[in-house]
Every structure is written in structure tokens, then in C-alpha cells.
């Protein structure tokens, strides 16, 4: 089994270049530059889409032959703004020129031509609330299924406040069996609020088979492979992280631990009887 939990390899430049080949699995690839105010960076997408995502700071781009102009708001992702994103598909070439400090992810997947470059935000992206108590969190919804923008990729973003947990009850989508389940590869590319915390993150199977705790600094990135994969953010530390999943269907169907679907059961059932 890969390395689950990796470190970024750089401070500036590109700090993240995790390829699916590099992750031993068919799908995810995320990549991650660290830029300063008037560096450039480009790429071609070969046979896989892309989805950039403006994490921090803004960049011109242009992609597929478009000029997008400036893109990006937020200088601080837990400033909780809705990110500016951009859809560019197999076979095409995107540049992107920053003109403040920037963080550019770069999240990929095999791309089969059915989709045209296009932003996927700011608009069109809210701020979801989910779940209840020390199980609450938010989403910003950048590419899930309910979005017809890409052929392999969901991409999202979650805020976890302080204490909370997240990815909770621990679930799994590491089987292809829709509509059941789908397998879903996935990447979380951690941030922390203030930066010297840690997240805790763990990914096991019910078997044994696979089982790691690791402690997540500001910027790692863990794999999930397979299995079940909850994380939570210290009391005193917020915590972002960017999903990227992917699999042979765009579809994200789960199934809770058994030993834990007990509370996803209770809070459902409180919320529809009040």
C-alpha cells in the first residue's frame, strides 16, 4: 500500500504532484503550486480533465484557447468565500500568471471529451451547512454529481469548525456496485486555522486490512485508497480540506461503518421527528 499521508515536497512552486500512477490507483490526481505575485505556470491536460481551484489569492488564466481574465477572491480560504474554479478538459492546455500570492490545486481525472472549458465558480457555489452538533460542517460544492461539469471528477470543499468532526460517521465508497455503492478514489488536501495545528485523520477497513492514523499538518494531502476515512479538527483549530474523488462512475454512493451508522440513524431520525 502507498504512503497515505504526503508531505508537501516544496515551499514554493509546485509543492504538491501527485499522479495516479505515484498514488498506485486508476483515477485521482492532485497537484497543488504555491506562486507568488507575477510567476507563471502551464500545463497540458493530456488525457486526464483538470479542475483548478483558486484556493488563495487570484491568478489570470487562460485555458482550451480562452481568456478567463482574473480569477480568485478569497486571500485567506477560511475567509469561507465560494472559490473561483475552472474546468479544462483532456487534451487542451491551460497557463495560469498570479498577480497576488497564490495557491492553484490542480485536481484531475481521466477525461473523455465531453465536457467544454468553463468557470465553476464563484456562481453557483453556496455554503452548505451538514450534519448537527460537534458533527457540524460546511460545504462548498464545487463539481458533485448533482453538477453536470466534468466526466470523472466531484470535487469539494469542506470547513470544519473547531472540536468537530468531519467525513462522519466513517463511510466507505470503495465498491463498484451502483447503485449500492460506487468506487470512489479520493484525495483531502488539508489546511489548518492557525496554521501550526494538526488534523486527525483515520483510514481502515472493517476488516483490518488496512488501518492508519496519521496526524495531518497545514497543507498535507491524505490518499484514501479504500476504506473508511473520518477526520477531526482539535479543539482550537479550524479545519479546511479540498476532496477530490473519482472513479469509473460519477456517482458518490457510501455506506456507513455498521458499528457507527447507529448515529447517522438517530441524527436522521431527530431531524424528521423534531
Not at 505556470?41 to 480562452?66: M, S
Not at 460537534?134 to 461539469?149: K, L, P, Y
Not at 471528477?153 to 460506487?182: C, I, K, Q
Request: net charge negative.
Amino acid at each position: 500500500m502507498a504512503n497515505l499521508l504526503r508531505k508537501a515536497t516544496a515551499l514554493t512552486g509546485k509543492c504538491h504532484d501527485i499522479t495516479a500512477e505515484d498514488a498506485d490507483w486508476g483515477y485521482v490526481g492532485f497537484g497543488l503550486y504555491k506562486l507568488a505575485a507575477g510567476e507563471s505556470v502551464a500545463e497540458a491536460t493530456g488525457d486526464r480533465e483538470v479542475i483548478l481551484v483558486l484556493v488563495e489569492g487570484k491568478a489570470e488564466i487562460t485555458a482550451a484557447g480562452h481568456d478567463f481574465g482574473e480569477m480568485g477572491e478569497r486571500m485567506s480560504v477560511f475567509e469561507r468565500l465560494p472559490p473561483h474554479c475552472l474546468y479544462v478538459p483532456n487534451d487542451q492546455n491551460w497557463q495560469a500568471t498570479a498577480t497576488t500570492e497564490c495557491t492553484l490545486a490542480i485536481c484531475t481525472a481521466p477525461g473523455k471529451g465531453g465536457h467544454s472549458a468553463q468557470r465553476l465558480g464563484p456562481a453557483g457555489i453556496t455554503l452548505t451547512l451538514r450534519g448537527k452538533d460537534q458533527n457540524t460542517r460546511f460545504i462548498n460544492n464545487i463539481a458533485m454529481e448533482d453538477r453536470d461539469v466534468a466526466d470523472s471528477l466531484l470535487v469539494t470543499e469542506v470547513f470544519t469548525p473547531a472540536g468537530n468532526w468531519s467525513s462522519y460517521p466513517s463511510h466507505r465508497h470503495d465498491e463498484d456496485t451502483y447503485p449500492d455503492m460506487t468506487y470512489l478514489e479520493e484525495t483531502y488536501y488539508h489546511r489548518l486555522n492557525p496554521a501550526q495545528g494538526f488534523a486527525v485523520q483515520r483510514v481502515y477497513t472493517e476488516d483490518g486490512s488496512l488501518d492508519e492514523t496519521m496526524s495531518a499538518a497545514d497543507g498535507d494531502v491524505v490518499l484514501v485508497p479504500k476504506g473508511h476515512h473520518p477526520c477531526a479538527a482539535p479543539y482550537g483549530y479550524d479545519l479546511y480540506y479540498l476532496n477530490v474523488m473519482a472513479g469509473p462512475l460519477r456517482k458518490w454512493r457510501f455506506k456507513n461503518d455498521p458499528a457507527h451508522d447507529w448515529i447517522a440513524q438517530r441524527d436522521a431520525d431527530s431531524t424528521t421527528t423534531g
